[in-house]
């Protein structure tokens, strides 16, 4: 009982630090089903926990249906990314060149959207990748958005 229960909460903390968490903005039907949850595009934020001022948005199509509303469908791999400077930012003083910033499962087995944030150091630019974590047609879906670290002009 014991072990069970100290295995569950591994699980509970490898899921909660390596999933950031992105509040849902809203979604917009895109195709109406008769039965189930419609097809949708859904927004969701998130901001970069370890760069603060900086917000991204993502949108993501999600599939109705039966399957849909159980949670057993495969949402498609299209999804767009938009980050943005939404405050000053604070840059760690040991820059990763690459970290994983937010990764959301997009069907129960194996796929996932996954965003990286990467450093470009000569342009003092920060670069979010968005991939699927799926093969189509022997490459990912993706998607890029950029920041520049640049002096936050709030009022």
């Known amino acids: 009982m014991k072990k069970t229960v100290f295995l569950s909460m591994v699980g509970l903390f490898f899921f909660v630090t390596h999933h950031a968490y992105a509040e849902t903005i809203g979604c917009v039907t895109t195709a109406w089903k008769l039965i189930g949850a419609n097809h949708r595009v859904c927004v969701e934020a998130f ?4 760069i603060p001022g900086v917000t991204c ?15 057993l469908a495969q949402d498609p791999s ?3 990314l ?3 400077q939404t405050g000053p930012i604070t840059l760690p003083a040991k820059m990763p060149k690459e970290e994983v ?9 194996f796929k ?3 965003v990286t944030r990467l450093w470009d150091e000569a342009n003092k ?7 699927s974590r799926k093969l189509i047609d022997g490459a990912p879906a993706n998607s890029i958005s950029t920041v520049p670290v640049m ?4 009022r």
Do not use: M, N
């Open 47 to 50: 901001a970069d926990k370890k």
């Open 112 to 114: 996932e959207t996954r």
């Open 101 to 109: 910033v937010f990764s959301e499962d997009t069907s129960v087995l």
């Open 82 to 84: 938009a980050c943005r």
């Open 78 to 80: 299209q999804f767009s």
């Open 151 to 154: 002096p936050w002009a709030g």
């Open 57 to 71: 948005h993502v949108s993501q199509a999600r599939t109705g249906g039966i399957s849909g509303s159980l949670g």
């Open 125 to 131: 630019t920060l670069v979010y990748l968005a991939i």
